[in-house]
């Protein structure tokens, strides 16, 4: 069974930094890592980073130059670097990625999320 475990939130003060990481775990053929999103109490879900068709990362414009979206392939995990991190910033954040497992004699490729890692920024 497929699991997306994410990890390295925590309390951080403003200006500060963060590493997000989304390790994949089971019986895995193909591990593509899809966007970060995040959520904060009364908004909507937010796309923070996502990558395009020609294999470059996209930012949001309120994380552009601060967040750096990147991958370990040979481990299966994807990561969010945060740095000078806002108040604003403060959220629930998601990895997203799609990942083909065996299915029998075929390949099935499916989406997963992470269970969300909260971050918060304040002093």
């Known amino acids: 069974q497929v699991q997306l475990v994410e990890s390295g939130g925590g309390l951080v003060q403003p200006g500060g930094s963060l590493r997000l990481s989304c390790a994949a775990s089971?019986?895995?053929?193909?591990?593509?890592?899809m966007a970060w999103y995040r959520q904060s109490p009364g908004k909507a879900r937010e796309l923070v980073a996502t990558?395009?068709?020609?294999?470059?990362?996209n930012y949001a414009d309120s994380v552009k130059g601060r967040f750096t979206m990147s991958r370990d392939s040979t481990k299966n995990t994807m990561y969010l670097q945060m740095n000078s991190l806002k108040p604003d910033d403060t959220a629930v954040y998601y990895c997203?990625?799609?990942?083909?497992?065996?299915?029998?004699?075929?390949?099935?490729?499916?989406?997963?999320w992470g269970q969300g890692t909260q971050v918060t920024v304040s002093s």
């Open positions: 089971g019986s895995i053929f193909i591990f593509e890592p």
């Open positions: 990558i395009t068709n020609t294999n470059s990362p």
């Open positions: 997203h990625a799609r990942i083909t497992t065996p299915s029998g004699v075929r390949y099935r490729e499916s989406d997963y």
